[in-house]
């Protein structure tokens, strides 16, 4: 979401999950549909994709993100194409934040918002009708969701904002649609990856250590990497860690998720093909701080707009 920083999802593949079936996946189709708003500050709204050209312009706006500005090793169809894709895409859900911009400047009706923000989110029983969740290609979540058989789990991955629109009243609007599209499917848990920037883990040996020593998940919501993958994220001791400059050296969304609650998995994973060093970022929606219920709504609660006052997440 930030340079340096993309919270998604690890590598494809992985294991069906047993677990309770709620909804069918929305889809993406070709006609017009209203869009479905979830929150909206000024002239920032974030809805959910309706339409397979909704989901081209966020593809094409994670390719300007991620290959452009950031340091992903594009593919051939990815560089004809300009657009991140993967097989996993028609199955998530994807949100966009939209500018709707001066109606004055619009030059004609039909001119559509444009694009500045995407985040994509995969239920599990949609996973399980397809192929696991895209992070089990990094972490051994199977465990996990197997000893939970009474939490719905929910994925969220490939999120990015454009690099203008980095701010406080965006990364508060992303958070408003996500917890939104919890709260509609009955989420229990969110997963996913959160990224530091350089597949180099001993360059955030502060940060790893940091985490590893104040955000680890408790023993019943571990999860390790895969061994052939992990790194070690306890490269030094609690004592020699300078809790201001760990604090500071963290992206900040992976700061935002830990504020709100969030744990982290057991090690760290390079990603090569992002250009990135990835941790396991885990948010049991009953480990939320309450203090955010205020701005955002319970998770029974549907009504709670977006505002501007809510800060914690900076």
């Known amino acids: 979401m930030f340079p340096g920083l993309n919270f998604k999802s690890g590598h494809g593949g992985g294991l069906p999950f047993l677990g309770r079936r709620r909804y069918p996946s929305s889809g993406l189709r070709g006609h017009f549909q209203p869009p479905k708003v979830y929150g909206r500050i000024g002239q920032l709204e974030v809805q959910l994709a309706r339409k397979n050209s909704d989901l081209r312009r966020a593809q094409r706006l994670r390719y300007k993100v991620f290959y452009e500005e950031m340091s992903a090793v594009p593919g051939a169809l990815a560089m004809l194409s300009r657009r991140d894709e993967d097989a996993y895409d028609p199955i998530f ?141 306890n490269m030094m001791p609690p004592e020699a860690i300078n809790m201001r400059a760990a604090l500071k050296a963290l992206p900040p969304l992976i700061k935002g998720y830990l504020r709100v609650g969030a744990f982290v998995g057991d090690g760290a994973v390079s990603d090569h093909q992002f250009g990135t060093t990835d941790v396991l970022i885990i948010l049991p929606v009953e480990a939320i701080n309450t203090r955010y219920f205020a701005h955002f709504g319970t998770k029974d609660e549907f009504n709670a707009p977006a505002t501007p006052e809510f800060g914690p997440l900076n």
């Open 93 to 233: 859900d994807h949100l966009l934040v939209v500018d709707h911009g001066d109606p004055a400047k619009k030059k004609g009706p039909w001119r559509r918002p444009r694009v500045i923000g995407t985040y994509r989110m995969l239920r599990q029983d949609v996973a399980e009708l397809h192929d696991g969740f895209y992070t089990q290609g990094e972490y051994d979540i199977a465990p996990l969701i197997q000893a939970k058989p009474d939490h719905y789990f929910i994925e969220l991955g490939r999120s990015c904002v454009l690099k203008s629109y980095r701010n406080r009243r965006t990364l508060e609007l992303l958070w408003q649609g996500v917890w939104t599209y919890v709260r509609e499917h009955g989420g229990d848990v969110m997963i996913g990856c959160a990224s530091f920037p350089g597949t180099d883990p001993s360059a955030h040996a502060l940060a790893l250590s940091f985490l590893y020593h104040n955000s680890l998940a408790p023993e019943d919501w571990r999860v390790r990497a895969h061994d052939h993958l992990r790194v070690d994220m």
